[in-house]
């Protein structure tokens, strides 16, 4: 038996500049935080051939290109596993739909698994980029390639797009200020789950086509992440937080989709409460509200009384790895 896991994602900084419509032509900057809360695939060889797969669903199928779930169909054709002898369970301690990138936290997890059965060793570099081609070249999802890169890297990491190359490299912070960043960052689920797919089209669309607002916009959170960065690392937290609620003020005009009147009620409370700034995690839509806070007593307590549940998380430093192999 095999257990992978694979950290879920906050974004610090820059986020959207990691889709291959803007980064081809400008080059994307984003800093990625992974969390202590995780997507497992266990894999086991089985006695009877066929392939056993359990997710939200249950499939069984004798060959690949019988398998529906498109994820794990291509992972299988890239690694050519012949053997179908196999069976693929998937758990998470968040569900899909969240904002915190499960879909690349599950392909790089898969990955992974596969690897180690076939006794392969690999680079994140190269699990990242391998989880990018599914998802991204041969899927079309129109997403971006930061939540495959957090996955397989783990850390606190800055990622540099072009369309040749990602650059990965740790952000440089002091250890009390980490310390200090993991207190006062706040996660609270709205309730809503969504699908990124129709935001990110739009954005896709729009980049691809040159809209002048939409690529202005990107232009701006980009820098923004840049300056996150500095701050982040002089250990100013609260230019950090307010350069959080500038960068919210600014995705919610790409798309008339990205919040709602509930999700800004709630954010506008939070400000009153203790919070320097926040925003969506993910393309947006629902899904979870992260603030910076010099409060947290106080907002807890905000967001408790106003029915939203916190997820408490700490960083992890270990990327996508195998945590069972028997």
Known sequence: MIIARSPL???LGGGGTDLPSYYDKFGGFLISAAIDRYVYITLHRTFQPGYIIKYSLMERAQ?????????????????????????????????????????GSFTTALLKALHTYKRNLIHPKELAEQACDIEINKLGEPIGKQDQYIAAYGGITCFEFSRRAVKAYPLKIEKE????????????????????S?????????????DRQMIENLHFIKQLGVESKRALEK????????????????????????????????????????????KLIGAGGGGFLMFYVSDGVKLRRTMTEVGLE???FRFDFEGTKVIVQS
Do not use: C
Request: a positive charge; proline letters at 2%.
């Open 310 to 312: 916190e997820v408490r």
């Open 63 to 103: 060959r690949i290109d019988k398998i529906k779930h498109p994820i794990i169909r291509e992972s299988l054709k890239l690694l050519g596993m012949d053997n179908n002898y196999l069976e693929i369970a998937s758990m998470a301690d968040i569900p899909a739909g969240t904002g915190l990138g499960s879909s």
């Open 235 to 278: 250990g100013d937290l609260n230019k950090f937080g307010e350069l959080m609620n500038v960068h919210w003020e600014h995705k919610k005009k790409r798309s008339s989709s990205m919040s709602n009147a509930k999700i800004n009620d709630w954010y506008d409370l939070a400000l009153k409460n203790g919070a320097l700034g926040g």
């Open 9 to 11: 994602r906050v974004t």
């Open 198 to 210: 129709g935001i990110l089209k739009e954005q896709h669309h729009k980049s691809k086509t040159n």
């Open 177 to 196: 200020i980490l310390y200090d960043l993991e207190d006062n960052l706040l996660l609270f689920f709205t309730g809503y789950t969504r699908s990124a």
